[in-house]
């Protein structure tokens, strides 16, 4: 049974560095194909991917975001990571990380729940 | 970055009534995928590699389309299929995601 947490510090001030972490099971990031990936929803908006790492290392970032975040991933605690520096209001977000399904067609097949991550001062 | 245009933003329909949301793509993709997300819930895959469901998604449900075309098809709208309805496509980087549509009941 594959499962996603995400989590989160919940509240933070403008220009501090948002520090995200992804525990998950049934599946490693170790294995051939494997991939995670993180997506955001502002309330009442819709969805923004942000990144995605590989079971190889391999990372990918949203071009509009790319100078902010930072993915990575421990294998053997089952943990991806993302980091965003400076943040400001417009990273107020549910923050999800997904897996990614690969069958010859790649997909985010199973989500977390989210994390929720205010940004105010 | 190939922009997803979903129409229309919001509809409503009858139960009994065939639904057609549309996804319409900035340039050609090789396959499109599509989520449910109902309200307070994380998003749920719901058809992938264009036409193929999701592992518990009802049969009443379709996909279809290619290029810069796709459709999701309900064939018999049900209370139950309140949501909104994403597509993304994951064949070229950056991934992106529709605007998605809301689906209410008549």
């Known amino acids: 049974q594959v499962t996603l947490k995400e989590s989160g510090p919940g509240i933070l001030q403008p220009s501090q560095t948002l520090s995200l972490t992804c525990t998950f099971s049934g599946f490693s990031l170790s294995t051939y194909g494997m991939g995670v990936g993180w997506i955001r929803q502002p309330s009442g908006k819709g969805l923004e991917w942000l990144a995605n790492i590989w079971w190889d290392d391999d990372k990918y970032y949203n071009p509009s975001l790319k100078n902010r975040l930072t993915i990575s991933k421990d294998t053997s605690n089952n943990q991806a990571f993302l980091k965003i520096t400076n943040v400001d209001t417009a990273d107020t977000a549910t923050y999800y990380c997904a897996r990614i399904g690969a069958t010859g067609f790649y997909y985010f097949d199973y989500w977390g729940q989210g994390v929720m991550v205010t940004v105010s001062s | 970055e190939i922009v997803l245009t979903q129409s229309p933003t919001t509809m409503a329909a009858s139960p009994g009534e065939k639904v057609t949301l549309n996804c319409l793509a900035s340039s050609s993709v090789s396959y499109m995928n599509w989520y449910q997300q109902k309200s307070g819930a994380s998003p749920k895959l719901w058809i992938y590699g264009t036409s193929n469901l999701a592992s518990g998604v009802p049969n009443r449900f379709s996909g279809s389309g290619s290029g810069t075309s796709y459709s999701l098809t309900i064939s018999s709208m049900e209370a139950e299929d309140v949501a909104t309805y994403y597509c993304?496509?994951?064949?070229?980087?950056?991934?992106?995601f529709g605007s998605g549509t809301k689906l209410e009941i008549k």
């Open positions: 993304l496509q994951l064949s070229s980087y950056p991934p992106t």
